[in-house]
């Protein structure tokens, strides 16, 4: 006999899968549009980006899935193989919306750290950094304890202490917190813990989830970039990270008019229950 938690986990894990290729679908079908070249065929681009981004919302749907059984087997190891797979799937998406092949570019996000391997004519190793996240982390640094071992082994900054950027009180009940790219563990609520980190590293890619849309931008940075030099300089390190902005307003809109003090409220926000979800299954 099937249990009701058992049905309700597998509905959730559907809905998950539909989220994340849905993002990758509908978001990497619009950039391949707006880069379109004048004489490529419309019908053709949105057709080849909707279905690269499927294929890469499918592997951060799976990314997800790794990353929950560092809290599922208590295992730290499936950190960097979690992010691997994001990494894959998140680049896959990017190209897709820039109207490139998906094989094109390969971007690894550690931290506010972007690196990237352009494959296309010849081999590249590019650095760049992301400023929103670098700026948020740095804030976290100034105000709590960095963990370097926990940071190794999970592939994130991770930082202990009870200081974060946008909340006012302590807030000594929450266990931990995602400032963008950083995860923050509560030491008044007991520290480290598997789900915890699982959690916010769940957190972390739901960030990454909406890279997509820099690749929205590409154009017209790209008529900045022809007008100043100093533009083209700091392009060369910074790839803009206007994703958070994005991310950050839907999570909030999940919880306007919410009782966040509530289970039912609190997760009532797809972020959180997706979270939820891949750390407590």
């Given at each position: 006999?099937?249990?009701?938690?058992?049905?309700?986990?597998?509905?959730?894990?559907?809905?998950?899968?539909?989220?994340?290729?849905?993002?990758?679908?509908?978001?990497?079908?619009?950039?391949?549009?707006?880069?379109?070249?004048?004489?490529?065929?419309?019908?053709?681009?949105?057709?080849?980006?909707?279905?690269?981004?499927?294929?890469?919302?499918?592997?951060?749907?799976?990314?997800?899935?790794?990353?929950?059984?560092?809290?599922?087997?208590?295992?730290?190891?499936?950190?960097?193989?979690?992010?691997?797979?994001?990494?894959?799937?998140?680049?896959?998406?990017?190209?897709?919306?820039?109207?490139?092949?998906?094989?094109?570019?390969?971007?690894?996000?550690?931290?506010?750290?972007r690196i990237e391997f352009h494959t296309k004519d010849r081999f590249q190793l590019k650095y760049?950094?992301?400023?929103?996240?670098?700026?948020?982390?740095?804030?976290?640094?100034?105000?709590?304890?960095?963990?370097?071992?926990?940071?190794?082994?999970?592939?994130?900054?991770?930082?202990?202490?009870?200081?974060?950027?946008?909340?006012?009180?302590?807030?000594?009940?929450?266990?931990?917190?995602?400032?963008?790219?950083?995860?923050?563990?509560?030491?008044?609520?007991?520290?480290?813990?598997?789900?915890?980190?699982?959690?916010?590293?769940?957190?972390?890619?739901?960030?990454?989830?909406?890279?997509?849309?820099?690749?929205?931008?590409?154009?017209?940075?790209?008529?900045?970039?022809?007008?100043?030099?100093?533009?083209?300089?700091?392009?060369?390190?910074?790839?803009?990270?206007?994703?958070?902005?994005?991310?950050?307003?839907?999570?909030?809109?999940?919880?306007?008019?919410?009782?966040?003090?509530?289970?039912?409220?609190?997760?009532?926000?797809?972020?959180?229950?997706?979270?939820y979800l891949f750390s407590n299954y």
């Amino acid at each position: 006999m099937i249990s009701t938690s058992s049905v309700r986990s597998q509905s959730n894990q559907t809905e998950a899968a539909i989220f994340n290729i849905g993002i990758g679908t509908i978001f990497s079908g619009i950039g391949a549009v707006i880069n379109k070249e004048p004489q490529e065929k419309f019908g053709k681009v949105l057709v080849k980006g909707m279905a690269q981004g499927a294929l890469g919302g499918y592997l951060v749907y799976e990314s997800k899935v790794i990353a929950g059984r560092i809290s599922n087997q208590k295992n730290l190891t499936y950190g960097w193989p979690a992010k691997f797979m994001n990494s894959a799937g998140t680049s896959i998406i990017e190209n897709a919306a820039s109207n490139r092949n998906f094989w094109e570019q390969w971007n690894l996000n550690i931290g506010f750290n972007r690196i990237e391997f352009h494959t296309k004519d010849r081999f590249q190793l590019k650095y760049r950094i992301q400023p929103v996240s670098f700026l948020l982390t740095a804030y976290t640094a100034v105000q709590n304890k960095f963990e370097p071992e926990l940071s190794l082994r999970v592939g994130e900054f991770v930082f202990s202490g009870n200081n974060t950027f946008g909340y006012e009180d302590n807030n000594d009940y929450y266990l931990g917190r995602a400032i963008s790219t950083a995860i923050l563990l509560n030491p008044e609520a007991g520290g480290f813990n598997y789900n915890t980190v699982t959690h916010e590293l769940i957190h972390v890619f739901q960030y990454h989830d909406f890279n997509v849309l820099n690749a929205y931008t590409i154009k017209p940075l790209e008529e900045f970039k022809k007008g100043s030099g100093f533009f083209r300089k700091m392009d060369k390190i910074f790839h803009y990270d206007f994703n958070i902005f994005v991310f950050a307003g839907l999570y909030k809109m999940e919880h306007f008019g919410k009782d966040q003090k509530s289970f039912e409220g609190y997760y009532s926000n797809y972020f959180e229950r997706e979270a939820y979800l891949f750390s407590n299954y």
